[in-house]
């Protein structure tokens, strides 16, 4: 009866009894899983960092751009800038600020009754919008608004020279002249056309 109670109680199987090719499988494959968690994190920090200096690579760039940019209006606007530069920042992944964008005011108005100085200004802010390399649209907008008062006050000097020239090249009249003579002058001078083709240069 002893020798019943000792099989039921072995009835387990054991411990020397379990393959060891079971046991070091089991271990094996917990540790693969745990080692292929930490390459696919390893990965993924990778990734990110990568895809965070490829940003951070155009945001630097895109800040020197932009401020060569401003640079060569604030250059060649002078002495008609107003105002700036002044910058639009986007904040990177490494947590600087980067210029992304910005302007320099010019003062596009002509001078008050003087032709000679409308005309100068002009030419300097169409210099000045024109002045990076690579101009935005606005700054062409700018250069052609220039353009036009240029073109405009060249108009006004040419007239204004055409007329100065005409009053210097009258004649003196003299008063002991008789009154029919005077007429006639003064009928001949009126009769005159005044050409427009040299303006045309002008427009």
Do not use: C
């Not at 940019?69 to 107003?82: C, D, F, I, Q, S």
Request: hydrophobic share 30%.
């Amino acid at each position: 009866m002893e020798t019943g109670v000792n099989q039921k109680v072995s009835t387990t199987a054991p411990l020397g009894s379990i393959s060891a090719q079971r046991v070091n499988t089991s271990n094996q494959s917990s540790t693969t899983s745990a080692s292929q968690e930490e390459q696919q994190d390893k990965r993924r920090e990778n990734d990110i960092r990568r895809q965070e200096n490829q940003i951070t690579q155009q945001l630097q760039a895109r800040d020197r751009e932009v401020r060569a940019h401003e640079a060569a209006h604030l250059a060649a606007g002078r002495p008609y800038v107003t105002g700036g530069p002044s910058f639009t920042y986007q904040r990177g992944p490494d947590g600087r600020s980067y210029a992304i964008g910005g302007e320099v005011s010019l003062d596009t108005s002509e001078v008050a009754d003087d032709p000679e100085a409308t005309l100068s200004k002009a030419e300097t802010v169409r210099r000045a919008a024109l002045a990076p390399a690579r101009p935005s649209p606005q700054d062409l907008r700018v250069a052609a608004d220039a353009s036009q008062m240029a073109a405009q006050t060249r108009l006004e000097i040419a007239i204004q020279r055409r007329e100065e020239a005409q009053l210097n090249s009258e004649p003196e009249q003299d008063d002991a002249q008789p009154p029919e003579r005077n007429s006639q002058a003064i009928q001949s001078f009126t009769n005159q056309d005044t050409p427009s083709a040299g303006f045309s240069q002008f427009a």
